[in-house]
Nanobody
Framework: QVQLVESGGGLVQAGGSLTLSCAVS????????MGWYRQAPGKQRELVAR???????NYADSVKGRFTISTNSAKNTVYLQMISLKSEDSAVYYC????????????WGQGTQVTVSS
């Protein structure tokens, strides 16, 4: 069974930084890609950043230059380093892992709240 456990959310002032972590546990699978979505109240869930098993990264335009996605050497933990945070970054952040292409086998973390005060 695949489990994702997130940590690192919290309250931060505008201009501050936070780093989110998401640890993937389980066995018998290979990770195809990992990433982060976020959802603010009244808004649709949006993709924030993605990293493939080969290390290719993609970012939403709104976070480019401010957020960095990375993994540990074992590639079973994904991080989202966030700097220069803005109030519009406030949301619940969800990590995910894809065990195959086309999101056919996607698992989600429980979500962690990030609140940026202005």
């Amino acid at each position: 069974q695949v489990q994702l456990v997130e940590s690192g959310g919290g309250l931060v002032q505008a201009g501050g930084s936070l780093t989110l972590s998401c640890a993937v546990s389980g066995s018998g699978f290979s990770i195809y890609a990992m990433g982060w979505y976020r959802q603010a109240p009244g808004k649709q869930r949006e993709l924030v950043a993605r990293i493939s098993s080969g290390g290719t990264t993609n970012y939403a335009d709104s976070v480019k230059g401010r957020f960095t996605i990375s993994t540990n050497s074992a590639k079973n933990t994904v991080y989202l380093q966030m700097i220069s945070l803005k109030s519009e970054d406030s949301a619940v952040y969800y990590c995910y892992v894809d065990l195959g292409p086309f999101s056919a086998r996607r698992y989600w973390g429980q979500g962690t709240q990030v609140t940026v005060s202005s």
